[in-house]
């Protein structure tokens, strides 16, 4: 269906698949295309590195023909979540700026050293 053919490559020339990838954000920008931010770990030569790759690539599929290495169950659950759209990442954007009490969220961790707390399990 696509006919991009972009692929993320390590400086080794190894190609860098979906599991490789250890973190992806968006660069919105106002003028021009925006970009996806990839860093991820090469699995031949350990290293790591990151990318600047353009949005239409990344929704084009850029890590997607590593279908062979990704179990069946796996590639369903990713196809019925669809790609992450832009627009997702901006409704999370707002609802961020509109929780007004953080205190509702109950964190799991205290987020502070601060908290005079003692507490035996400290590391
Ligand atoms: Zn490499």
């Not at 993320?8 to 490789?20: E, L, S, V």
């Not at 770990?41 to 239409?56: A, D, H, L, V, Y």
């Not at 796996?74 to 901006?90: A, T, Y």
């Not at 961020?96 to 399990?121: A, F, I, M, W, Y």
Request: charged share 30%.
């Amino acid at each position: 269906m696509s006919s991009i053919r972009a692929s993320i490559k390590c400086n080794c020339g190894q190609r860098i698949i979906a599991r490789d990838v250890m973190q992806t954000g968006y660069y919105l920008r106002l003028f021009g295309p925006s970009y996806v931010y990839v860093k991820y770990r090469c699995s031949r030569c350990r290293k790591m590195g990151e990318q600047f790759i353009k949005q239409e690539e990344w929704e084009g599929g850029i890590l997607r023909d590593s279908a062979e290495e990704v179990p069946q169950e796996e590639k369903e659950r990713f196809e019925s979540l669809g790609p992450i759209d832009i627009n997702e990442v901006i409704d999370f954007h707002f609802a961020l700026e509109n929780l007004s009490d953080l205190k509702t969220l109950e964190p799991p961790h205290p987020p502070s050293k601060k908290v005079k707390q003692r507490s035996s399990s400290e590391r």
